[in-house]
């Protein structure tokens, strides 16, 4: 099974994107993610998470979500690798969100764009 959930905070603005030659809309975008341990400074380092969505959650992502607004999505891992122009293999690593929930503040938002204020 590959399943994975994260909690973090937008590190910039999603922005919509069109799948070339196709109707598919998609947005990418990245997260902090806490880590659950203090590193040996006694600081909490994060890790940069990068997202990709799809379709109506997507448009619905880019319209309400914001540079540093938190987010708690669920998905899968997607895994890859390519080579570089200097013929490298480098590897790449990303989440495919398939549901997401706007956390941390009074709006309510569902993924298919109805907005409920509490």
Same mark, same amino acid.
């Given at each position: 099974?590959?399943?994975?959930?994260?909690?973090?905070?937008?590190?910039?603005?999603?922005?919509?994107?069109?799948?070339?030659?196709?109707?598919?809309?998609?947005?990418?975008?990245?997260?902090?993610?806490?880590? /659950?341990?203090?590193?040996?400074? &006694? $600081?909490? @380092?994060?890790?940069?998470?990068? =997202?990709?969505?799809?379709? *109506?959650?997507?448009?619905?992502?880019?319209?309400?979500?914001?540079?540093?607004?938190?987010?708690?999505?669920?998905?899968?891992?997607?895994?890859? /690798?390519?080579?570089?122009?200097? &013929? $490298?293999? @480098?590897?790449?690593?990303?989440? =495919?969100?398939?549901?997401? *929930?706007?956390?941390?503040?009074?709006?309510?938002?569902?993924?298919?764009?109805?907005?409920?204020?509490?």
């Amino acid at each position: 099974m590959n399943k994975i959930v994260l909690l973090g905070k937008l590190i910039r603005d999603p922005e919509l994107k069109v799948l070339d030659d196709s109707d598919k809309v998609y947005s990418k975008f990245i997260i902090a993610v806490e880590r /659950s341990f203090k590193s040996s400074d &006694g $600081e909490r @380092k994060s890790d940069l998470i990068p =997202v990709t969505i799809w379709g *109506r959650k997507a448009e619905v992502v880019c319209k309400y979500l914001h540079k540093g607004d938190l987010i708690s999505l669920s998905g899968r891992l997607m895994t890859g /690798s390519y080579e570089d122009k200097l &013929g $490298e293999k @480098k590897y790449i690593a990303q989440v =495919v969100a398939e549901d997401f *929930r706007f956390v941390g503040n009074k709006r309510n938002v569902h993924q298919d764009g109805e907005v409920k204020v509490e």
